[in-house]
C-alpha cells in the first residue's frame, strides 16, 4: 500500500521502496461555467468508497483471490504496482503492513469530472490508516457501465495542499491538451525528471522546491557516496505520460497524475558481495549481488499546474516492480 515516495534505502543495499501507481487522461480543456458530473455525487461517493475499499483489501491479499480482487480493484502500472507489492508482502513485518495500510472509513469525493469527458474520472481522498496521513485516489472507468478502478494512489507529501476544485455537483473539466496552464504537464513532468536525475541532475524554473524532489537527489548521492569508489551509481527517471487529473476550480490551474518509471543501476569496479533488500529477493529471487544490478520502480506524482507561476508536486508514490542483478 501507499508510502510517501521521500522514504528511500541505499541502493548499495539493494534499495526498495514500497506503494501504488497508475493510468489515463482526459480529453477536454474546457474551463469555464461549470457543467454536469459524469457521476452523480451520491453514485460516486458510494463508487469511491467501495473502489478504495477494494483496492486496500486486495493490496494486503498474496493469495490467488488477492490477485483477481487487484485485478478488479487496479488499472494500468497501478495494477502492476500492486501487484508487486503483494510478492513483497511475505518478508514484511505486521508493523510495515500497517504503516502502509489504507483506511477504507472516511473516504471523501473531492471532484468528478464532467459529462462528456473521456474517461470518466473521480478524484477521492482517503488517508493512511495509522497516521491520518491525506492520501489523494484517481478513480477512472465508467464507460459503458464499467466499474472504477484505482489508477493512482499518491500519499500527500508533508505540508502539501490542493486548491479548490469545482464541486461534485458542478463537475470538473478534464486537462485536455493543457491550454491556459503556466506550463504543459508534459513539459512539467520532463522536468522534474531531468531535475533528479543521477548524476548531473538539471536545475528548472518550472518546478517549486518540494521535499521529494530534494530527497531524490539527496538520496542518490547517499547511495553513490556508499559505495565508495568502489562502483559507480545512475539513477534515471523516464516519463510515460500524463494519467489523469481535473482543472481547478476558476480556471486557476489542474492537479495532473503522471507516471514515471526509475531506474536504480549499480556497476561495481570488482566484485564484493552485496546482499539485496527482501524486497528485491522476493520479487526477482536474487539472494546476492557482485558485479551489477538493476532496479526498476513505478513512479508516479500529483503536480498543481497553476494558471500562472510555478507548479509544485502535492503527492507522490513509488513502488519497485523489476530488478536484475549477478
Given at each position: ?6 522514504r528511500r534505502r541505499?541502493l548499495a543495499a539493494a534499495l526498495?521502496c ?7 487522461t482526459?480529453?477536454s480543456?474546457?474551463?469555464g ?10 453514485a460516486?461517493q458510494?463508487?469511491?468508497?467501495s473502489a478504495?475499499s477494494?483496492?486496500?483489501t486486495?493490496s494486503?491479499d ?6 483477481a480482487?487487484?485485478?478488479k480493484?487496479?488499472?494500468g502500472?497501478a495494477l502492476?504496482?500492486a ?6 508482502l ?6 510495515e503492513?500497517?504503516?502502509?495500510e489504507?483506511?477504507t472509513?472516511g473516504?471523501?469525493?473531492?471532484a468528478i469530472?464532467?459529462g462528456?469527458d473521456?474517461?470518466?474520472?473521480v478524484l477521492a481522498?482517503?488517508t493512511?490508516?495509522?497516521t491520518?496521513a491525506?492520501?489523494?485516489v484517481?478513480?477512472v472507468g465508467g ?7 484505482a ?5 500527500m507529501l508533508?505540508d ?14 478534464a486537462i485536455g491538451?493543457?491550454s ?5 504537464p508534459?513539459?512539467?513532468v520532463a522536468?522534474?525528471?531531468a531535475?533528479v536525475k543521477?548524476p548531473?541532475p538539471t536545475?528548472?524554473k518550472v518546478?517549486?522546491?518540494?521535499p521529494?524532489?530534494?530527497q531524490l537527489?539527496?538520496?542518490a548521492?547517499?547511495?553513490?557516496k ?18 489523469g487529473?481535473?482543472?481547478?476550480k476558476?480556471?486557476k ?6 507516471h514515471?518509471?526509475?531506474?536504480d ?12 533488500a ?7 529471487g ?6 551489477e544490478?538493476n532496479l ?13 507561476g510555478q ?5 507522490a ?8 542483478g549477478?
Amino acid at each position: 500500500m501507499p508510502r510517501t515516495a521521500t522514504r528511500r534505502r541505499a541502493l548499495a543495499a539493494a534499495l526498495a521502496c514500497a506503494a501504488m501507481l497508475s493510468a489515463c487522461t482526459g480529453n477536454s480543456d474546457d474551463t469555464g461555467a461549470p457543467g454536469t458530473p459524469a457521476v452523480a455525487p451520491d453514485a460516486a461517493q458510494t463508487t469511491a468508497a467501495s473502489a478504495v475499499s477494494a483496492a486496500a483489501t486486495s493490496s494486503l491479499d498474496a493469495s490467488a483471490a488477492g490477485g483477481a480482487a487487484r485485478d478488479k480493484a487496479f488499472v494500468g502500472a497501478a495494477l502492476q504496482s500492486a501487484n508487486a507489492y503483494a510478492k513483497t508482502l511475505p518478508g514484511r513485518t505486521a508493523a510495515e503492513k500497517a504503516d502502509a495500510e489504507l483506511a477504507t472509513t472516511g473516504v471523501k469525493v473531492l471532484a468528478i469530472s464532467r459529462g462528456g469527458d473521456n474517461p470518466q474520472q473521480v478524484l477521492a481522498q482517503t488517508t493512511l490508516k495509522k497516521t491520518g496521513a491525506a492520501v489523494l485516489v484517481l478513480l477512472v472507468g465508467g464507460q459503458d457501465g464499467a466499474a472504477f478502478k484505482a489508477a493512482a494512489v499518491t500519499p500527500m507529501l508533508p505540508d502539501a495542499k490542493l486548491d479548490a476544485l469545482d464541486t461534485p455537483s458542478d463537475g470538473s473539466a478534464a486537462i485536455g491538451d493543457g491550454s491556459g496552464l503556466s506550463a504543459k504537464p508534459d513539459d512539467v513532468v520532463a522536468a522534474f525528471a531531468a531535475s533528479v536525475k543521477y548524476p548531473d541532475p538539471t536545475t528548472t524554473k518550472v518546478l517549486a522546491d518540494d521535499p521529494l524532489s530534494e530527497q531524490l537527489r539527496q538520496s542518490a548521492l547517499a547511495q553513490s557516496k556508499a559505495l565508495n569508489n568502489q562502483g559507480a551509481f545512475t539513477q534515471d527517471h523516464q516519463p510515460k505520460g500524463v494519467l489523469g487529473g481535473l482543472r481547478l476550480k476558476d480556471g486557476k490551474g489542474a492537479i495532473v497524475f503522471a507516471h514515471l518509471v526509475r531506474n536504480d543501476a549499480i556497476a561495481m569496479r570488482t566484485p564484493v558481495k552485496l546482499t539485496p533488500a527482501k524486497d528485491l529477493t522476493l520479487l526477482t529471487g536474487i539472494k546476492q549481488i557482485t558485479t551489477e544490478a538493476n532496479l526498476t520502480s513505478n513512479e508516479i506524482i500529483a503536480i498543481v499546474i497553476p494558471a500562472s507561476g510555478q507548479a509544485r508536486i502535492v503527492a507522490a508514490s513509488d513502488q519497485l516492480v523489476a530488478g536484475s542483478g549477478r
